[in-house]
Each structure stands twice: as structure tokens, then as C-alpha cells.
């Protein structure tokens, strides 16, 4: 892969699994210091360094456990990046939690965490990271956001607020940085090929009676025409393309890749 990202630092977040570590291999893999951010058991975590470092330079990338619902926490690993790997160049704020449940029943707490994790730990990512990047005219943030940032379903209300909020802090930031180097875009995915995603698919599968298969395409996918997963490399592509140098005129985008979700 051309070496389209060499010199440029990256933070991740929620990276140790799932589409931050694939969209963390892909930057590796494009030149980029990486620096990792999750939860996980040890051995996971370490898996996931060797995967990226395999992709990239073959350096094992630093990792930082910040819990991202604490805003001094998010700052510190922003800190922690630029003196590790240099200044922060690229944001992708991919992590994220899920809860569900109706509104009546919709424990607090859960609310809560859900948006201080999907929405707000992300303005607080950008805020740290936006004057070094202004200050060096150059920048690229990606908030992983979901089609559930663009339309609903019911039983996600806290989901489903926090990814529209990032949907529209991406273009108030990109409204902002218009005139710099800096460009800020959201991806909207539909259900992508993850293990806690397939990990859903048996249970569906005894609740009604039928097979797998049929449990994947009519109850997990009934939302997406395609009836197929998202998978993680296609995320992560997208990804790359809005941290590369082609991608400047691309701001303030909410960009879909959900197998035609939200067309229908």
C-alpha cells in the first residue's frame, strides 16, 4: 500500500477490536503512528498491537485504557499521543457503546454512559486535538457515527440521539475548519461483520424458530436491502480515503455505507 500517511500520528479509538482495529491496520499500513485506545482482556489488547504493527512498520503501537466517559481521561490520552508519536494529525472517534430498551424503561445510567461515550467523548477528542492541527493547517477527524445517526429504530433512544449529535457536531466542525487544511466527516455504517455482531445472530435465530441464515437476512438485516454485512475492511477503506491527502474537498459529510439502508 503507497505510503500515503507516512509521518502522520493517529489516534483511534475503541481500537483494540471490531472497525477501529481495522481502520487502525489501514492507516498503519499507509504509514501512520498509531496509537491504540480500549478495553480488553490483556492478551486481546496485545493481539491487537501485533496486528497493526504487522501492518504497519512492524513497531508495536502504544495503547491507552482511558475510559472515555471522563473528560480529563480523554484529554490525558490525547496528551499521551502527541508526546509518545507526535502531534495528533488524524482522529477517527470510533468508540461506542449500546444499550436497548423502550423510553419508559430506559435506565438512566445507561443513557448517561451512552452519550458521554458515542457523543461526547468525541467533542472532547476534537477539542484537544483541533489547535495543533490548526496550528500545522492540516488535519483529517473521522466520527464513526452510523445509520442510526441518520434514521431510527426503536428501543436505541440514547444510541440513536448520541449518533445524530455526532452527525451534526461533524458539520459544525467542518463549517469551522472550512477554510484551513482540516477536514471532518462522519461515517454512517449498517450492520458490519464484527464478533459481537454475529454473536447476536443465534440468539435471533431460537427466539424465532428458524435457521441462521434466515435470522441474519430477515430479522438482523430486515433493515438493509443488501442482506449482507458491512464488512470491516470496507469501514476502514472509506476511512482511509477521508485521512488521505485526495480527500480535502470532502467536509461536513455524512457518508452511508449500510448496503442501502437509508435509500429505501
Given at each position: 500500500?503507497?505510503?500515503?500517511?507516512?509521518?502522520?500520528?493517529?489516534?483511534?479509538?475503541?481500537?483494540t477490536s471490531?472497525?477501529?482495529?481495522?481502520?487502525?491496520?489501514?492507516?498503519?499500513?499507509?504509514?501512520?503512528?498509531?496509537?491504540?485506545?480500549?478495553?480488553?482482556?490483556?492478551?486481546?489488547?496485545?493481539?491487537?498491537?501485533?496486528?497493526?504493527?504487522?501492518?504497519g512498520d512492524?513497531?508495536?503501537?502504544?495503547?491507552?485504557?482511558?475510559?472515555?466517559?471522563?473528560?480529563?481521561?480523554?484529554?490525558?490520552?490525547?496528551?499521551?499521543?502527541?508526546?509518545?508519536?507526535?502531534?495528533?494529525?488524524?482522529?477517527?472517534?470510533?468508540?461506542?457503546?449500546?444499550?436497548?430498551?423502550?423510553?419508559?424503561?430506559?435506565?438512566?445510567?445507561?443513557?448517561?454512559?451512552?452519550?458521554?461515550?458515542?457523543?461526547?467523548?468525541?467533542?472532547?477528542?476534537?477539542?484537544?486535538?483541533?489547535?495543533?492541527?490548526?496550528?500545522?493547517?492540516?488535519?483529517?477527524?473521522?466520527?464513526?457515527?452510523?445509520?442510526?445517526?441518520?434514521?431510527?429504530?426503536?428501543?436505541?433512544?440514547?444510541?440513536?440521539?448520541?449518533?445524530?449529535?455526532?452527525?451534526?457536531?461533524?458539520?459544525?466542525?467542518?463549517?469551522?475548519?472550512?477554510?484551513?487544511?482540516?477536514?471532518?466527516?462522519?461515517?454512517?455504517?449498517?450492520?458490519?461483520?464484527?464478533?459481537?455482531?454475529?454473536?447476536?445472530?443465534?440468539?435471533?435465530?431460537?427466539?424465532?424458530?428458524?435457521?441462521?441464515?434466515?435470522?441474519?437476512?430477515?430479522?438482523?438485516?430486515?433493515?438493509?436491502?443488501?442482506?449482507r454485512w458491512?464488512?470491516?475492511?470496507?469501514?476502514?477503506?472509506?476511512?482511509?480515503?477521508?485521512?488521505?491527502?485526495?480527500?480535502?474537498?470532502?467536509?461536513?459529510?455524512?457518508?452511508?455505507?449500510?448496503?442501502?439502508?437509508?435509500?429505501?
Amino acid at each position: 500500500m503507497e505510503q500515503s500517511l507516512a509521518g502522520r500520528t493517529a489516534l483511534v479509538t475503541g481500537s483494540t477490536s471490531g472497525i477501529g482495529l481495522g481502520i487502525a491496520r489501514l492507516l498503519a499500513a499507509a504509514g501512520a503512528r498509531v496509537m491504540l485506545n480500549g478495553f480488553g482482556k490483556p492478551e486481546d489488547i496485545e493481539a491487537a498491537r501485533r496486528a497493526v504493527a504487522e501492518a504497519g512498520d512492524g513497531s508495536l503501537p502504544p495503547h491507552s485504557a482511558a475510559d472515555l466517559s471522563k473528560p480529563d481521561q480523554v484529554r490525558a490520552m490525547c496528551a499521551e499521543a502527541a508526546e509518545t508519536l507526535g502531534p495528533v494529525d488524524i482522529l477517527v472517534n470510533n468508540a461506542g457503546i449500546q444499550f436497548t430498551s423502550p423510553v419508559e424503561d430506559f435506565p438512566e445510567e445507561k443513557w448517561d454512559a451512552i452519550l458521554a461515550i458515542n457523543l461526547s467523548a468525541n467533542f472532547h477528542a476534537s477539542k484537544a486535538v483541533l489547535p495543533g492541527m490548526r496550528a500545522r493547517n492540516w488535519g483529517r477527524i473521522v466520527n464513526i457515527a452510523s445509520a442510526h445517526g441518520l434514521v431510527a429504530s426503536p428501543e436505541k433512544v440514547a444510541y440513536v440521539t448520541a449518533k445524530h449529535g455526532v452527525v451534526g457536531m461533524t458539520k459544525v466542525i467542518a463549517l469551522e475548519v472550512a477554510q484551513t487544511g482540516i477536514t471532518c466527516n462522519a461515517i454512517c455504517p449498517g450492520f458490519v461483520r464484527t464478533p459481537l455482531a454475529e454473536a447476536q445472530v443465534g440468539p435471533l435465530a431460537q427466539k424465532h424458530g428458524v435457521s441462521e441464515e434466515a435470522a441474519l437476512k430477515d430479522y438482523l438485516l430486515a433493515k438493509q436491502p443488501s442482506k449482507r454485512w458491512v464488512e470491516v475492511e470496507e469501514v476502514a477503506r472509506m476511512a482511509l480515503y477521508l485521512c488521505g491527502p485526495g480527500s480535502g474537498a470532502v467536509n461536513g459529510a455524512a457518508l452511508s455505507i449500510d448496503g442501502g439502508w437509508v435509500a429505501a
